[in-house]
């Protein structure tokens, strides 16, 4: 994410209260704020704050009414802090306001990690082994998320153990079937009724939920992860269903945001199977059983979403190009999707 001058209409933050409660609870150099707000993080606006030489991220939530559990950014603060204890990479949390009061709606302040986001690994990164050396980082970092101890991060209430594909799945289908101005498709309704009927063995670990290369700020000049960023969707589920989303870039074509087709080889970029091989031995498995029906899953539920968009474009409640180009991505996502199933033995 980039910082854009100043702060958008309407986002507009109250930099007294906030100075104030700032000075009550932590270590402030002397001086004003500084606040702008980043061209990212949509869903929860995203600022940086910014006084002598302390530089921190404001996350807070939308302004307006908001569906019940959405834009927990407590939620976010809470799996950073216990993740950020165990030393795995994610911005340190300096503070946690729950009172909506002080600039309008519950709000977190963590560290400003310096670094670079990656938005495609074949034109942002030059050098083939620093491409290698990233996706290697990139592999060990979500090995280590699922290798966490659930209990020893005082995340056992974090979200429900087991059956967290048949709840997903179950979920995705009722989204999906309840846009009817969007249509029905025919792979769509086979994969609903083939995924509710799968049986897979539970598993639970703390899962991102959004694990791929651009929610990653890697360390100036060096191919490391320096933090994770992004937890809104993290919950308690299946490792594999987490793994399955990040492998979807595998399979997805350039035109879907992919890298099917693309020569991986010569990129520097490790073919499925080692990346594959390599999660599987850092997590201790000689094998990851049922991959393609995760991957189906994942793109099954990225679909529905997709879905959602297309009955909102048909609507005339999202205008934008964006949406409308994603609306028309639909068929492609759902024949890609059922393809996985088939894969699987479906």
């Known amino acids: 994410m980039t910082a854009d001058a100043g702060v958008r209409a309407g986002f507009e933050l109250d930099a007294a209260a906030l100075e104030a409660w700032m000075r009550a609870r932590m270590e402030v150099p002397p001086g004003p704020l500084a606040i702008t707000q980043f061209s990212g993080g949509q869903s929860n606006p995203t600022y940086g704050v910014a006084v002598g030489d302390l530089n921190l991220v404001l996350r807070r939530k939308p302004p307006g009414a908001l569906l019940k559990g959405a834009h927990d950014v407590l939620r976010e603060a809470r799996v950073m802090g216990a993740l950020g204890e165990a030393e795995f990479p994610v911005p340190r949390i300096h503070g946690v306001c729950e009172d909506p009061e002080v600039i309008g709606t519950a709000f977190y302040l963590m560290a400003h990690v310096e670094g670079r986001i990656v938005w495609d690994p074949a034109t942002d990164i030059a050098d083939p082994g620093e491409r290698a050396a990233t996706f290697d980082a990139m592999n060990a970092t979500l ?88 937890w809104e969707l993290s919950t308690l589920g299946h490792p594999l269903a987490d793994f399955a989303y990040h492998l979807m870039m595998y399979r997805m074509p350039t035109h879907l945001g992919g890298l099917g087709g693309r020569d991986l080889k010569a990129l520097g970029i490790p073919a499925e199977a080692d990346y594959v091989a390599a999660y599987a031995e850092r997590t201790g498995r000689a094998v990851l059983p049922d991959l393609d029906v995760f991957v189906a899953f994942n793109m099954f539920r990225f679909a529905a979403i997709i879905h959602g968009i297309r009955g909102r474009v048909i609507r005339g409640n999202a205008v934008s190009p964006k949406a409308r180009k994603r609306a028309d991505e639909f068929p492609d996502l759902a024949r890609l999707a059922w393809e996985q199933a088939v894969k699987a033995g479906a």
Request: charged share 30%; no cysteine; hydrophobic share 40%.
């Open 143 to 230: 090995a280590k998320l699922h290798s966490l101890d659930i209990d020893a991060l005082g995340l056992s209430d974090y979200g429900r153990r087991g059956g967290f594909v048949q709840r997903q799945t179950a979920l995705w289908t009722r989204q999906y079937r309840e846009v009817a101005d969007a249509g029905r498709d025919d792979n769509m309704d086979r994969l609903a009724d083939w995924l509710a009927g799968k049986e897979l063995p539970d598993e639970t670990s703390v899962i991102h939920g959004d694990f791929r290369i651009d929610n990653l700020i890697l360390r100036p000049g060096r191919p490391e992860v320096a933090a994770v960023i992004d």
